[in-house]
C-alpha cells in the first residue's frame, strides 16, 4: 500500500533532488510510476542525477530555495509540464557552519535562507493549487534529528531545523482545518545518513543510506504518519526516544539549557539513557 499521492501518474517535485536524500526519493517517486520534477542548483548536477532515474518521465529545474520567486516558477514549470502537483518534498539544504551564535551575521542569514526560508518558501508557491485541485496532495519537509535535541556544534543548522519542525507541526495542523484528509504535511527526520552532506567518499558504519530514509518515508506515508522518523547504525529508537524525552525534560525540571551537554548533569544523563 501507497499513500493515494503517491499512484502512477501523480506528480511529484523534490528540492535538493540532485544529491542524498532527494536522489533517492527521485528514483523512488520514479520508481513508482510517479512524473518527478526534480530541483536543484546546478544544471549539470541536475542531469546527472536525472540520468539515474531511466526511462522515467523527468523535468529538472534549476532554483535556489533562498529565492521565494524561483519556487513560483519551478511550481509553474511543474504544472506546464505535467499539471497538477500532489508531492511536494522540501529538502535542499545547506550543512556549513557559519559559526557562534554572536558572529558572521551574513553565513547566518544565509544558511536560514536556505534551510528554513526554503521549505516556506516551497509551501507559499506549491500549497495554494494543492488546496485548489481535488486530488491527495502531500508536502514532506526535511528536518533532523538536530533540529529537536539541539546538539551543540552548529547553532545555526539547529535554529533552522528546529524551526522547519515548528512551520510543519503548525502546517500540518492548518490543512487539517483546510483540506481534512485530503492535503497534509510530514516532517521527514532523517538520522545520521551517507549523502553529500556527509562529506566523506565512503559510508560511516555508523550511517543508514539515503534509500533507507526514503523507504521510512514512504512506508509513514502510507500509514498517515507526521513524524517520517529515522534511525541509523548509532543509535536505536529507544535511545532516540530518551534523547528528545531529556531536552523537553530541561523546561520540567528547570536544567540548564542542553544539560544533556553540562558536565554537572553527565552522571544523571548517563543513568536516564540506562533507564
Ligand atoms: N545526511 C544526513 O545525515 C542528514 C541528517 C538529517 C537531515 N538531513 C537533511 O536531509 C536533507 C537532504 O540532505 P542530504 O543529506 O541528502 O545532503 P546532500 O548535500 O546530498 O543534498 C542536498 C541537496 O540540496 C541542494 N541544495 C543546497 N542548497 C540549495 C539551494 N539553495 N537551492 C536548491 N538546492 C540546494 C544541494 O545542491 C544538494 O544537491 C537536508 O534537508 C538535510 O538537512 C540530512
Redesign the pocket.
Known sequence: MTHPALRPGRTAVI?????????AAARHFAALGLNVVM????EA?LQQAAAHLGAAAVHTEV????RPG?LVRLHEAAAARFGDVHVLMN?????DNPGKPWNNTNGWRQLLE??LL?VIHGVQAFVPAMLAHDTPAVVVN?????GITLPPGNSA?NVA?AGVKAFTELLAHELRQAAPGRVSAHL???????????GRAEKPAG?WT?EQVVEVMVAGLAKGDFYLFCQ?HESTRAMDERRMAWAVGDLIHNRPALSRWHPDYAEAFAAFMKG
Do not use: E
Not at 15 to 23: E, H, K
Not at 63 to 66: E, G, K, L, M, N
Open positions: 528540492t535538493g533532488a540532485a544529491s542524498g536524500i532527494g536522489l530541483a536543484d542548483r546546478s548536477a532554483v535556489d530555495v533562498a524561483d529538502n535542499a539544504a545547506i550543512g536556505i534551510n526554503g526535511t528536518g533532523s534529528k538536530q543548522y531545523k521527514l527526520i532523517p538520522g545520521f545518513t551517507f549523502t553529500g552532506m556527509t550511517a539515503a541509523d
